[in-house]
């Protein structure tokens, strides 16, 4: 299984990259939108430097390396008054390998039904949401390589009876070496049906994404981390993502990064504190995106291991 899950992600990514560009050709584009706000402050440049739960979003092999139990909950100020919530649980059982738990949510406010007859409303009111539960397994490969796999049912709810659903697969490899904690990772992410609205149907915006990361300065009490890395859509150009984040004896730390490429999004950076109380590891942390005319959107977020 574990060889097959590898050889898939050599030969995958020529098909998807095949394809040609196709702007709003695919649906569920709240699949696109980053969760965490480490990651986003490093402008989403993390499928090599993901740690956590957070894996089962960015790069579901990372979670192989995760020391007992972690939980993250993030959430994320998008734009118009809609929110956008991650939630992601993992524990690492040894020799069996690492499972973990994620759900993510964008949704809206209440808002009034209207009509052509009736602009001001009909006194009748309406959430709209878009939901996905995932299932991620990793384990060791070999002793510097990591593989996982994710599976995911996908929910999309715009007013009553109008509602879509579709099922995706995530499968990811990494690996890592000593020097300067190198890492290299790719995956391939939501890999699945068709979305499939009334009698029109849409693919998921799959993408194969590749980056890496290291320590490029190390001292004693801090160290400076380099990442980047690229994606290719099914449904548009490939986009690049370089970050970097400075830490102090693993306690602060301070990150930024910068998106080519893309449409709208520009520069984030953000920040962090780790701190250990009875036991229990707590990172808080906080990020802002720029996206152009578009405005901003502000990460908050909350990891705890045990």
Do not use: C
């Not at 799959?206 to 981390?225: P, R, V, Y």
């Not at 970050?243 to 709208?264: C, P, T």
């Amino acid at each position: 299984m574990l060889k097959r899950i590898f050889i898939a992600l050599v030969f995958l990514p020529i098909l998807l990259t095949a394809q040609y560009e196709r702007p709003g050709s695919t649906d569920g584009q709240f699949l696109k939108i980053g969760v965490s706000p480490r990651g986003t402050a490093m402008a989403d440049a993390y499928i090599s430097a993901v740690t956590g739960a957070e894996g089962t979003y960015y790069n579901s092999a990372a979670l192989a390396r995760i020391q007992g139990t972690n939980a993250v909950f993030n959430h994320t100020v998008w734009f118009a008054g809609i929110n956008h919530e991650f939630a992601a649980i993992a524990h690492n059982f040894g020799d069996v390998g690492a499972f973990g738990l994620s759900v993510i949510g964008l949704y809206t406010d209440e808002m009034l039904v209207r009509t052509p007859l009736q602009p001001d409303g009909t006194g009748e009111t309406f959430y709209s949401g878009n939901y996905k539960i995932g299932l991620t397994y990793s384990r060791y490969f070999t002793d510097r390589v990591t593989v996982g796999i994710s599976f995911s049912y996908i929910d999309m709810t715009l007013y009553k009876d109008f509602g879509a659903s579709a099922v995706s697969l995530d499968i990811a490899a990494m690996y890592t070496a000593d020097f300067r904690d190198f890492k290299f990772a790719m995956q391939i992410s939501n890999f699945g049906s068709d979305i499939t609205y009334v009698n029109e149907a849409y693919p998921l915006p799959t993408n194969f994404t590749f980056g890496a990361s290291m320590n490029a300065l190390e001292f004693d009490d801090n160290d400076l981390l380099m990442t980047f890395s690229a994606t290719k859509p099914n449904d548009g150009s490939p986009l690049v993502q370089v970050g970097m984040e400075w830490n102090y004896d693993h306690l602060f730390f301070i990150r930024g990064g910068y998106r080519l490429n893309h449409d709208v999004a520009t520069f984030s950076f953000g920040g962090g504190v780790n701190y250990m109380i009875q036991g229990i590891d707590l990172n808080v942390d906080y990020s802002y995106s720029d996206y152009n005319l578009l405005g901003v959107s502000h990460r908050f977020g909350l990891g705890i291991t045990l």
